[in-house]
């Protein structure tokens, strides 16, 4: 996604920060000062006085006022002015919403070299505000912005190079502009960094650099980029793995609100790694990431009232996460919603919808249910009966490392169903299954005699 450096006001009228803590007798003696030099025709003073009321430092708040003396600068030609004008006039402050006299006085201060306001041209050619959208224009306003160093538009190149708009996909030069940026410590740009270092984009893949600048991110409260961080320390990627570095990253960014970060702290809690377990600490971060729309948290926090973990047991609650979990096209959310069909769970029993759910899970290779459709194909669930489609379906599961395939593989050849016969190398499946601790593989084994 582009990064919006749609400036703050407190960075647009930066005078303000200082003002800001100021004792109000000082507000009162600087404000008149200033409107004293404002009025004679200084156009900084006029500034000043434009943020004074802006604020209401030292003066009642007025934007309606604030924007007429950062007009009276703007028409003496001074950039800060002229900045603060387009500023009000894009977002209405003090003055009706105009973007095509925002974009005018962007375009003045742009033309006399400022850089914010040549960024501030290429978001106007970017999104069209008072222009028509052209991707060429804009990048054009976004270079010259980021050859004189100005961040947000090198971040802003560097996007182009990398998605192809206004020029040709390039991701060493997209590499080489986030870097620059990455380097006046901008966290979006380094979070970035740690990206392209993961993927491979522009750079060699090589972990300990991603690991390296998604902390940097992460150290300035980069929510994504602690999250990721966190990913990190749980897989290994770049540093020595660590479920407890994992917990504390993951908890960071989730009190920031991030869905994925408080989606995999929840996971934590589920299975109990890096912290005490807890389904409860679970339900509370899944709901907070459900509700956010995450459909992996979704599909969980159906799993919790499928089996009342951390939560009372509600079937229906169950369905309505599991639903919204498959609409967004969850795997996850789509398998547990099939089998809700399959077993009239929250719903009425319908194997047609149980088959659909189930066929969607499985084209995103979701092996629990390619097995399942297996299933569905064995026993003419929802499809007609075809036990060689049942057979490879089962094989197919278990190449992606599910269990109760291999039983099912290892059944179909011992009993020669869709499948020639082949009783040694059944033997040999049922006891990969019977090694993982598949109960049905244990008997059927020890029913044919065999030694596992």
């Known amino acids: 996604m582009k990064k919006l450096f749609n400036s703050s006001i407190a960075k647009l009228f930066a ?39 802006f604020f209401g430092r030292g003066v009642e708040e007025s934007q309606e006022v604030a924007f007429k ?22 977002y209405g402050l003090g003055v ?38 052209d991707y060429v224009e804009s990048f054009r306003w976004y270079m010259l912005s980021a050859e004189q160093g100005y961040v947000e538009g090198q971040v802003n190149v560097a996007y182009a190079y990398r998605f192809g708009e206004g020029v040709d996909v390039d991701y060493v030069e997209a590499a080489k502009w986030y870097r620059m940026a990455a380097e006046q410590d901008d966290d979006f740009a380094q979070r970035i960094m740690g990206d392209l270092y993961v993927y491979g984009e522009g750079v ?23 999250d990721k961080l966190g990913m990190c320390y749980l897989n290994g990627d770049g540093v020595k793995k660590s479920q407890a570095e994992a917990v504390k990253w993951f908890r960071l960014a989730a009190n920031q609100g991030n869905p994925d970060a408080q989606h995999h702290l929840a996971n934590r809690y589920y299975y109990g790694q890096g912290v005490l377990q807890s389904y409860e600490e679970a339900v509370k971060w899944y709901m907070s990431a459900a509700e956010q729309g995450h459909a992996y948290a979704q599909g969980m926090l159906g799993l919790c009232y499928y089996y009342g973990d951390g939560v009372e047991q509600d079937d229906a609650q169950a369905v309505m996460w599991f639903g919204l979990s498959a609409e967004q096209g969850n795997s996850f959310g789509q398998y547990w919603l099939g089998a809700c069909y399959e077993y009239g769970t929250g719903v009425e029993i319908d194997y047609d919808e149980m088959f659909m759910w189930y066929s969607r899970s499985a084209a995103q290779e979701y092996g629990p249910a390619i097995n399942e459709l297996g299933d569905c194909y064995y026993y003419g669930k929802g499809i007609e009966c075809d036990l060689e489609m049942a057979y490879e379906l089962y094989i197919l599961a278990a190449e ?7 039983y099912n ?8 169903k869709g ?8 033997v040999e499946m049922l ?7 598949h109960e049905a593989a244990k008997v059927l084994l020890n029913n044919l005699g065999e030694v596992w």
């Open 400 to 406: 992606l490392g599910e269990v109760d395939a291999y």
């Open 409 to 416: 593989v290892g059944y179909c050849l011992v009993m020669g």
């Open 204 to 226: 060699d893949v090589d972990f300990v650099e991603a690991a390296k600048w998604y902390r940097m991110a992460a150290e300035q409260d980069n929510a994504v980029a602690q």
């Open 69 to 90: 003396w950062f007009e009276k600068s703007a028409k003496q030609g001074n950039i800060g002015g002229q900045l603060r004008v387009g500023y009000c006039y894009l």
């Open 96 to 133: 009706d919403i105009d973007k095509k006299a925002s974009t005018k006085w962007y375009r003045m201060a742009a033309e006399q070299g400022d850089p914010e306001a040549q960024y501030r041209m290429g978001d106007a050619y970017y999104f069209g505000n008072g222009v028509k959208v």
């Open 431 to 437: 006891k990969v299954a019977a090694e993982n601790d």
């Open 419 to 426: 499948v020639e016969e082949d009783y040694a190398k059944g």
């Open 15 to 53: 005078v303000a920060a200082v003002m800001m803590f100021a004792p109000m007798t000082l507000f009162a003696q600087s404000f008149e000062e200033d409107l004293a030099r404002a009025k004679d025709g200084d156009s900084d003073a006029q500034i000043d006085v434009g943020i004074c009321y």
